[in-house]
């Protein structure tokens, strides 16, 4: 399953917590957009925010070229947009690394990134957001699935791994500061990350959204299954990872 988010009724997750609290760190989920034009195309997938201060990985269809945008808001706003676009009604994969105060990725199915440079501090982030950077704008019209974050900059290569369905968890777990597949069963959502990385759970309080068909994603590695529920498609599909170059 995972979360589909109406926009009209301002629907969001939440937290009053944050999984990190300096650089270098790493957001990245699936996503399932309905619109990719007019404002409110641009959507918010995952945020660490306070009302004036934030870093988020979203989307931003309301900008030439529909980019993914990786940002942050601290006194100044500096943003790093792919440079490829994504289309609606279809799974894709969203990812965001920031890598210090002057390096912050922005990718599209591991493609098509951009590294923006500006000097950025950390900030006086507290809240975690799921489809909303705060509580008064940009809110997802879609789904999002299989949300995490880590306490490091992953690299290219791992990137290239979720992008292919590879599970979050097989993805530096030593790292993951905090993991919600979004399955749409409980409320409030739970956050999954490994017990002997994260001291801290961060379960995200519901505030409308329900379940939907989830995410193209790795359900066992070690027998080389990658399971597929499109949202067109009544029953899976089942592939071999070897077949998408990842091992």
Known sequence: ????????????????????????????????SDINAGAASNQTLIALSNTAVWHRLAIFGNVAGDPVRVQTNTSTTGNADTSTGYSTNVWQHA?????????????????????????????????????????????????????????????????????????????????????WPLFGLDSPEPDLSPATVAATRYPLTLHGS???????????????????????????TVRNLAALGVG
């Not at 791994?161 to 599970?167: D, I, P, T, W, Y």
């Not at 329900?210 to 899976?236: D, K, M, Q, W």
């Open 210 to 236: 329900v379940y939907a068909n989830h995410a193209p994603v790795v359900f066992n590695r070690t027998r080389g299954i990658y399971l597929i529920e499109p949202s067109a498609v009544a029953a899976p």
């Open 1 to 32: 399953m995972a979360r589909l988010f109406d926009d009209a009724s301002k629907e969001y997750l939440v937290y009053a917590g944050i999984p990190v609290t300096a650089y270098p760190f790493t957001m990245a989920c699936w996503f399932m």
């Open 95 to 179: 990812a965001g690394v920031w890598a210090s105060t002057t390096s912050r990725t922005a990718y599209l199915n591991a493609g098509g990134a951009v590294t923006d440079t500006s000097s950025q501090i950390f900030g006086a982030v507290s809240d975690t957001y799921i489809s909303a950077v705060d509580l008064s704008v940009q809110w997802m019209s879609g789904r999002i699935a299989e949300a995490a974050i880590w306490n490091v900059a992953l690299n290219a290569t791992e990137i290239l791994a979720l992008s292919k369905g590879v599970h979050p968890l097989t993805v530096r777990p030593d790292a993951i500061a905090a993991y």
